[in-house]
């Protein structure tokens, strides 16, 4: 990476970090280019020299979170599930990166669950539906009815869990949820 590539960057990272503060604190439409510069640290041409409106920044926001978290597992393309043992998001293989993201990013994703629209949350998730966990479920379940059931209760139960512990700062240990989640969905290597 060149210098003025890594310090393109940097300020694009930078207006990133201070859009996602000061979501925190308002919606989206109160949110001027003057707020996001001055928290970021840089002028507001900077600003322009990246993007042309929030909007195009907080699309980038959405979209380096969404590769960060890809990027968490060691697999960049969905698992082959082919046993109960490769259960995507029920073992440790997947649930540890998983849970390891969330809680480098909670700040962030306290934010997705307050303001899913803003996220794209249920594009995103949408997207895990399809490409993970239904092929993942039709492995094990037939019957069509049944599949569109559980994965609503695995997805919500997850999920839920998940926002919970972030809810909770992440304080409970990242090996103790994952043995929470198993519990829940009753997931055990053996049966």
């Given at each position: 990476m060149k210098k003025n590539e890594s310090k393109y960057f940097y300020s694009s990272e930078l207006m990133n970090q201070a859009l996602l503060e000061l979501l925190e604190k308002k919606d989206v439409e109160f949110i001027t280019v003057t707020e996001i510069a001055k928290k970021a640290g840089v002028n507001r041409s900077t600003f322009y020299l990246h993007y042309d409106n929030i909007y195009e920044l907080l699309e980038e926001t959405v979209e380096r979170l969404h590769k960060e978290f890809i990027g968490s597992f060691e697999e960049k393309t969905p698992p082959?599930?082919?046993?109960?043992?490769?259960?995507?998001?029920?073992?440790?293989?997947?649930?540890?990166?998983?849970?390891?993201?969330?809680k480098?990013?909670?700040?962030?994703?306290?934010?997705?669950?307050?303001?899913?629209?803003?996220f794209q949350k249920n594009a995103v998730r949408k997207g895990m539906y399809d490409k993970i966990f239904y092929p993942a479920i039709s492995q094990f379940v037939c019957e069509e009815n049944q599949k569109i059931y559980i994965l609503e209760f695995f997805t919500e139960g997850v999920v839920g869990i998940v926002y919970k512990w972030i809810d909770l700062d992440c304080v409970t240990p990242?090996?103790?949820v994952v043995?929470?989640?198993?519990?829940?969905?009753g997931y055990s290597a053996t049966t």
């Amino acid at each position: 990476m060149k210098k003025n590539e890594s310090k393109y960057f940097y300020s694009s990272e930078l207006m990133n970090q201070a859009l996602l503060e000061l979501l925190e604190k308002k919606d989206v439409e109160f949110i001027t280019v003057t707020e996001i510069a001055k928290k970021a640290g840089v002028n507001r041409s900077t600003f322009y020299l990246h993007y042309d409106n929030i909007y195009e920044l907080l699309e980038e926001t959405v979209e380096r979170l969404h590769k960060e978290f890809i990027g968490s597992f060691e697999e960049k393309t969905p698992p082959k599930i082919s046993s109960k043992e490769d259960a995507f998001l029920i073992t440790e293989k997947h649930l540890v990166p998983y849970l390891n993201f969330c809680k480098k990013n909670r700040r962030a994703l306290k934010l997705v669950h307050q303001k899913p629209h803003l996220f794209q949350k249920n594009a995103v998730r949408k997207g895990m539906y399809d490409k993970i966990f239904y092929p993942a479920i039709s492995q094990f379940v037939c019957e069509e009815n049944q599949k569109i059931y559980i994965l609503e209760f695995f997805t919500e139960g997850v999920v839920g869990i998940v926002y919970k512990w972030i809810d909770l700062d992440c304080v409970t240990p990242i090996e103790e949820v994952v043995e929470i989640i198993k519990n829940c969905v009753g997931y055990s290597a053996t049966t």
